[in-house]
């Protein structure tokens, strides 16, 4: 059974810092280019970044370069974004996602964007 479990949501203030986790399973994750999307309340789902399979390129949204980093480790299956001066604007719901060929940072709902996990809540305020 597929499976991509976010964790690592949390309440944090403005300027702070959080690292989000995806853990996978049931797939050949190795393969998969895997993308972090959010949405915020009355938005629609937005792209944040992406990390290919094969090199690990990395690609972002403009609102977030020089801010976030997204990473893997494809020995655990695991995607992370580790994410910087956190503001009040990059409060949302953080998925994962997996794309078996193609992704890259867009928004919406990709059809390469198989696989996607429930989400997890991050929340900057003061």
């Known amino acids: 059974e597929v499976q991509l479990v976010e964790s690592g949501g949390a309440l944090v203030q403005p300027g702070g810092s959080l690292t989000l986790s995806c853990t996978t399973s049931?797939?050949?994750?190795?393969?998969?280019?895997m993308g972090w999307f959010r949405q915020a309340p009355g938005k629609e789902r937005e792209g944040v970044s992406a990390?290919?399979?094969?090199?690990?390129?990395?690609t972002y949204a403009d609102s977030v370069k020089d801010l976030f980093t997204i990473s893997r480790d494809n020995n655990k299956a695991t995607v992370y974004l580790q994410m910087n001066k956190l503001q009040p604007e990059d409060t949302a719901v953080y998925y994962c996602?997996?794309?078996?060929?193609?992704?890259?940072?867009?928004?919406?709902?990709?059809?390469?964007?198989?696989?996607w996990g429930q989400g997890v809540q991050v929340t900057v305020s003061s």
């Open positions: 049931g797939f050949t994750f190795i393969d998969y280019t």
């Open positions: 990390i290919s399979a094969s090199d690990h390129s990395t």
């Open positions: 996602a997996a794309a078996s060929w193609g992704g890259t940072v867009v928004d919406g709902y990709p059809a390469e964007y198989g696989y």
